[in-house]
Nanobody, 124 residues
Framework: QVQLVESGGGLVQAGDSLRLSCAAS????????MGWFRQAPGKEREFVAA????????DYADSVKGRFAMSRDNAKNTVYLQMNSLKPEDTAIYYC?????????????????WGQGTQVTVSS
C-alpha cells in the first residue's frame, strides 16, 4: 500500500506560482510512475502531468504545457508540481496518484493509489 499526501495548495492571483508536493509513505515510489490530476467543480477529474519511475520522462496536458513542471525525488519519496503563470481556469482540487509501473498513464483509471487532494484557487 502506498499512502499519498498532497500539500502546497492555496489561494493565489492570476500570474502567480505555486509548488505542490506529494509525500508518499508505506512503499518507496521508485518503482511507481506518478501522476497529477485535477478536478474542478462540476467537472470530471482530468490528467495534468505524469512522470515515469525514474523521472527522466514527463508528459503534460496541453492546457498546462510550458507553465507546469513535474519532478520527483525518489530519495525523499516525494513528487512535485511546479505551477507557473497560473490562470483562473487552473482552479481545482489537485490530486497525486501512483501507478505500479515504470510507465505513466494519462487515464485516472490507470492509477491505484490516490491522495486526498489539495485545493488550488486562482483569482482573476
Amino acid at each position: 500500500q502506498v499512502q499519498l499526501v498532497e500539500s502546497g495548495g492555496g489561494l493565489v492571483q492570476a500570474g502567480d506560482s505555486l509548488r505542490l508536493s506529494c509525500a508518499a509513505s508505506g512503499r518507496t515510489i521508485s518503482s511507481y510512475a506518478m501522476g497529477w490530476f485535477r478536478q474542478a467543480p462540476g467537472k470530471e477529474r482530468e490528467f495534468v502531468a505524469a512522470t515515469n519511475w525514474s523521472g527522466d520522462n514527463t508528459d503534460y496536458a496541453d492546457s498546462v504545457k510550458g507553465r507546469f513542471a513535474m519532478s520527483r525525488d525518489n530519495a525523499k519519496n516525494t513528487v512535485y508540481l511546479q505551477m507557473n503563470s497560473l490562470k483562473p481556469e487552473d482552479t481545482a482540487i489537485y490530486y497525486c496518484a501512483a501507478r505500479f509501473s515504470r510507465l505513466w498513464s494519462t487515464s485516472r483509471n490507470g492509477y491505484s493509489y490516490w491522495g486526498q487532494g489539495t485545493q488550488v484557487t486562482v483569482s482573476s
